[in-house]
């Protein structure tokens, strides 16, 4: 049986930090409430000039060189993320340029939070169906620039700047790799989290940049709720779809939104929290490029050990949200 295999991980956060206490003292709020609420208590902000496509290019290379994968042997790079560099075209062909990939075609997937998770599940379809050899798949989002309205103390402490990739190709003993993924949508709710201006149902006006259409807009309670409840339902389906109970996974690599979304769906499923790689403080909630990220880390410190059984899960406005069970 052929499974797609993560061979390379990398990650990018830019050079400047904001802590909670420089965000103190442009909106109303404080260390104590953000700590308390989410776990955050930093996140990076890109450079002036710095796009979304230099952060994925800087994760990329990471990743290719421990894959020892050069740009030219991919067939394919996926990109999620919401915050281009542009609406057209989509980043990741500005990220293949400056790789200078030639041979592969490149699009992003627009899944927010879940974007590099939505991208692993199409990457492995690609290498299982042997249409694709080696996968580049990256998760990278700039959201603090144009996207974040820094008034409004419920969105702007949340989110930061990052990059993560991960390089996947056919698993050599077909044992290692992606064993499943489970993606969902439900557009019901997609107005608990969303950005509202700039598309057909409200183009850019002078308007839409009056009412901050073009800016996060979030029902913390609600998605905190839906969040909890999916998720815990999306790992036990990946469980169940392999015939695994939780006591087998050795590590949980998750997105990283919420320190108390995390702690909830851990309890749920009967998961210790030691089990999962958890850098929101330093980060914040990157989005897309989370996932990634987070697995990078873990991969980076020695954490992840060949043949350990790893559960991963996202979930982002749509709401869009997923798992995913592989075997290192």
């Known amino acids: 049986m052929t499974r797609a ?134 998760g990278a989002e700039l959201l603090t620039r144009g996207i974040l309205d820094w008034q409004d103390r419920n969105t702007c402490v949340l989110f930061g700047d990052a990059a993560g990739a991960m390089v996947l190709s056919a698993s050599v003993d077909g044992k ?47 998605v905190f709720k839906f969040a909890v409840r999916a998720l815990t339902e999306s790992v036990k389906e990946a469980l169940e779809h392999n015939g695994i109970t939780a006591d087998h996974v050795v590590h949980v690599i998750a997105h990283q939104a919420n320190t108390r979304i995390l702690d909830a769906v851990l309890e749920r499923l009967g998961i210790a929290k030691e089990k999962a790689w958890l850098n929101i403080e330093k980060y914040g909630n990157t989005s897309a490029a989370s996932l990634p990220m987070t697995l990078d880390e873990a991969n980076r410190a020695g954490r992840l050990k060949e043949g350990d059984l790893i559960v991963m899960m996202a979930i982002g406005s749509g709401m869009s949200w997923g798992s995913a069970l592989v075997r290192w």
Not at 12 to 20: I, S
């Open 5 to 138: 295999q993560i061979i390379g991980t990398g990650g990018y956060a830019p050079e400047k930090v904001m802590t909670n206490h420089d965000l103190a003292k442009i909106v109303e709020t404080s260390d104590e409430w953000i700590v308390e609420r989410t776990g955050i208590r930093s996140r990076h902000v890109a450079a002036e000039g710095e796009l979304t496509s230099d952060m994925a290019l800087k994760a990329s290379l990471r990743a290719l060189e421990m894959a020892k994968v050069h740009p030219d042997e991919l067939d394919m790079i996926v990109m999620g993320t919401i915050s281009p560099d542009m609406p057209m075209p989509a980043s990741a062909a500005f990220l293949a340029h400056k790789l200078k990939a030639t041979k592969c075609f490149a699009f992003d997937v627009s899944a927010a939070c879940a974007g590099s998770l939505f991208g692993m599940s199409i990457a492995t379809q690609f290498i299982v169906s042997g249409a694709a050899k080696k996968v580049l798949v990256v």
């Open 176 to 222: 290692r790799g992606v064993m499943s993924t489970h993606l969902h949508t439900d557009g019901s709710v997609a107005d608990i989290l969303w950005i509202r201006g700039g598309g057909t149902l409200h183009p850019l006006s002078q308007e839409t940049l009056d009412k901050k259409l073009h800016k996060v807009q979030m029902n913390g309670r609600e």
